[in-house]
Nanobody, 121 residues
Framework: QVQLMESGGGLVQAGGSLRLSCAAS????????MGWYRQAPGKQRELVAT???????NYADSVKGRFTISRDNAKNTVYLQMNSLNPEDTGVYYC???????????????WGQGTQVTVSS
């Protein structure tokens, strides 16, 4: 069984910063991608940023220049540094990983429980 454990959400004023962390644990053979999605009230879940094995990254246009995704492959952990936050960044942030486990199906999608980020104006 694989678990994605998120931390770092909270309440922050506009212009502030937060850092999210997500650690993957379990019988993991290899991780292809790790990333973050978010869901605002009344809206669909959307991509925030992803980090692909090999070093490439992908960001939503709305967060480019403000958010930075990074990975610690030795710890199976992904981070999201969020700067210059604004109220539109409010939502539940979900960690996602595409990975392979021992004895399991290759390259399956896994999700964390989500962490709330609230930005006040």
């Amino acid at each position: 069984q694989v678990q994605l454990m998120e931390s770092g959400g909270g309440l922050v004023q506009a212009g502030g910063s937060l850092r999210l962390s997500c650690a993957a644990s379990g019988r993991i053979v290899s991780i292809r991608t790790m990333g973050w999605y978010r869901q605002a009230p009344g809206k669909q879940r959307e991509l925030v940023a992803t980090s692909i094995s090999g070093g490439s990254t992908n960001y939503a246009d709305s967060v480019k220049g403000r958010f930075t995704i990074s990975r610690d492959n030795a710890k199976n952990t992904v981070y999201l540094q969020m700067n210059s936050l604004n109220p539109e960044d409010t939502g539940v942030y979900y960690c996602n990983a595409v990975l392979m486990t021992y004895g399991g199906s290759p390259w399956r999608d896994y999700w964390g429980q989500g962490t709330q980020v609230t930005v006040s104006s």
